[in-house]
């Protein structure tokens, strides 16, 4: 028996017929792929965001009791009391820019008589933050030294005055603490400026 061909479909191919089923799965795919693209997008752009360096403007910050981030007030900081962590925030999109401890900075507040005059014009209503990490082997300083006035590091016993532009008093650190300008903005902590100096451990040359 002899096939008979058929007018309709004598032309047909695979991309001239187009069935709801494949309609859906073509839309189907294509919203996906712009998801993952967006998404994607939107990931880089967090940890661009994260990863920044502190601008001009961005809120010091720490996270609240459920996770969110907050932004601080001057007046949360005590005096001759531990140093409180914070990291940048920018107020725009609310992004808090942990994503390197580069950023992390430390908040003390120091007595107006203990401040050196040239220290003064860094500081937020007493306050001021300096970068948590160590200039000797990158470790965290977390300590309070009510006795001399100093902030410490626990690895090696390094000590800074923050009254004096994180000059260090004690221990092997070999470079003063980088200092992060602030400001007052309706009682919040604001960025004012660049750190003094690049945080972390100096890059041997």
């Known amino acids: 028996m002899k096939n008979i061909p058929c007018p309709a479909c004598t032309d047909a191919t695979p991309e001239t017929v187009s069935s709801p089923d494949r309609r859906k799965a073509l839309k189907s795919t294509?919203?996906?792929?712009?998801?993952?693209?967006?998404?994607?997008?939107?990931q880089v752009l967090a940890d661009d965001a994260a990863n920044s360096h502190p601008k001009v403007g961005d809120q010091l910050a720490r996270a609240d009791s459920e996770g969110r981030p907050a932004a601080m007030h001057s007046a949360?900081?005590?005096?001759?009391?531990?140093?409180?962590?914070?990291?940048?925030?920018?107020?725009?999109?609310?992004?808090?820019?942990?994503?390197?401890?580069?950023?992390?900075?430390?908040?003390?507040?120091?007595?107006?008589?203990?401040?050196?005059?040239?220290?003064?014009?860094?500081?937020a209503g007493g306050v001021l933050a300096y970068s948590s990490v160590c200039t000797h082997q990158g470790c965290e300083i977390s300590e309070w030294v009510p006795k001399d006035q100093t902030?410490?590091?626990?690895?090696?016993?390094?000590?800074?005055?923050?009254?004096?532009?994180g000059e260090v008093m004690a221990g092997p650190a070999p470079r003063t603490l980088p200092l992060l300008p602030l400001k007052e903005v309706d009682g919040v902590l604001v960025v004012a400026g660049p750190f003094t100096a690049r945080p972390g451990v100096a890059k041997s040359a």
């Open 30 to 42: 294509s919203a996906l792929l712009l998801c993952s693209g967006l998404g994607l997008a939107r």
């Open 76 to 123: 949360e900081i005590l005096p001759n009391a531990r140093p409180v962590p914070a990291f940048p925030l920018d107020p725009a999109s609310g992004a808090m820019r942990d994503g390197s401890r580069l950023n992390k900075v430390i908040l003390i507040r120091v007595a107006p008589q203990d401040l050196a005059p040239d220290v003064q014009p860094y500081a």
């Open 151 to 165: 902030l410490m590091c626990y690895c090696h016993f390094s000590k800074f005055s923050p009254g004096r532009a």
